[in-house]
């Protein structure tokens, strides 16, 4: 049972509520100037116990630092190179802004200034503007450690939530034509065939270097897509592709020779790529093969586009669907999680479509209606 006790200190009487929370162990809080004081905030107390809404304010007093911790050791689900930038953001971002408040000392104001000054940037303190994918990253972090804290009942309710927030700018993409994709592949040299894969399979580089000969089935041209191995930190980390799940992705009869000597009278073992033994590394952003190789091209050709590792995926879905592969079809080559996804993805690839549509029904329909 409740009780209100008053008591004496130096400054003057004051008053004591003692309760009983809901895991019926007791407590008290202290300090109340007046007995009315002290029944209203006993009040309180009742109805959040009766509303299922209690919160103890013992357990809102942990800070951010040390939810963080926890928090982030528990994201064990998340892949190596998807636990990399969130670590970084953690460290660089909101431990040193948030480690040292009290959950129940987040106010929502606070974290708006806070996102906004990463955003645009803060000469009072020194802060400049940060990208939009890196502001959205620090924003969730913190969001979900106290999205956690919520659901431990250390804090009624999350006060980063319904915070104004960058918006991401669409990049444009890039996409190469057949002949283009012949020339990059050319100047890469001894690499050639690695870029011609890339570029009309569509896999990801990890994808791609983390295959092994026994992966390659020349007869039904297709390769088995089981490990990606990426780098994170500097190291080669060999785990499931992106989406979890093995696939079977084809690519073109001209590439029949290029397996073949990729894959005969080798061990089904070794890596496809490279030496057998280790996995290719991705070449260096500003000094690698892959650039010097588009360096060499545009030297010639100041036209020809600048083209990522990555862009060569996007080619590889440009190229199919152009040559007249339905979504469901690019979608299995890529490894979406659904046909909804490579629709979104790339919507502005499947505009010359509606075109076609229209050209296709009018001719079907001058097939079959007499006399039209």
Request: glycine content about 8%.
């Amino acid at each position: 049972m409740a009780t209100i006790e008053p008591y004496v200190t130096a400054s003057g009487k004051r008053y004591r509520v003692r309760y009983r929370k809901p895991d019926r162990s007791q407590t008290d809080k202290r300090g109340f100037r007046t007995k009315r004081d002290a029944e209203l905030f006993l009040a309180s107390v009742e109805v959040s116990k009766a509303r299922g809404e209690y919160v103890d304010p013992t357990m809102s007093r942990i800070t951010i630092g040390e939810l963080g911790g926890g928090w982030l050791a528990s994201r064990t689900h998340l892949k190596p190179s998807s636990l990399r930038p969130v670590e970084i953001a953690w460290r660089l971002y909101v431990e040193p802004r948030w480690g040292r408040t009290p959950a129940h000392a987040v106010q929502h104001s606070d974290v708006q200034s806070w996102v906004s000054a990463m955003t645009t940037g803060d000469e009072k303190t020194g802060t400049t503007a940060k990208s939009a994918t890196t502001v959205l990253r620090a924003y969730g972090v913190l969001a979900a450690i106290l999205d956690a804290a919520v659901k431990d009942r250390r804090i009624l309710s999350n006060p980063a939530r319904g915070i104004d927030l960058p918006r991401k700018t669409g990049k444009r993409r890039v996409y190469l034509s057949h002949q283009q994709v012949h020339t990059l592949a050319e100047a890469a040299g001894k690499n050639g065939t690695l870029v011609e894969f890339l570029a009309y399979t569509g896999l990801r580089w990890g994808e791609a270097t983390g295959l092994r000969v026994g992966d390659v089935d020349r007869k039904r041209r297709r390769v088995q897509v089981r490990e990606n191995a990426v780098s994170v930190g500097g190291r080669i980390i060999v785990g499931t592709p992106k989406s979890h799940e093995a696939r079977s992705v084809p690519f073109p009869p001209f590439l029949d020779e290029p397996m073949r000597s990729l894959t005969e009278g080798r061990d089904p073992t070794s890596i496809l790529f490279g030496d057998g033994v280790s996995y290719v590394r991705t070449p260096d952003g500003r000094r690698g093969w892959f650039v010097s190789g588009l360096r060499k091209i545009q030297a010639a050709d100041p036209h020809f586009p600048t083209i990522t590792l990555h862009g060569l995926r996007h080619t590889a879905a440009s190229l199919a669907i152009s040559s007249g592969a339905n979504v469901k079809a690019v979608q299995r080559m890529l490894g979406h999680a659904s046909a909804a996804m490579t629709l979104d993805t790339y919507a502005d690839l499947f505009d010359d479509d509606l075109d076609a549509v229209a050209v296709a029904m009018d001719y079907a329909r001058s097939r079959a209606v007499v006399g039209k």
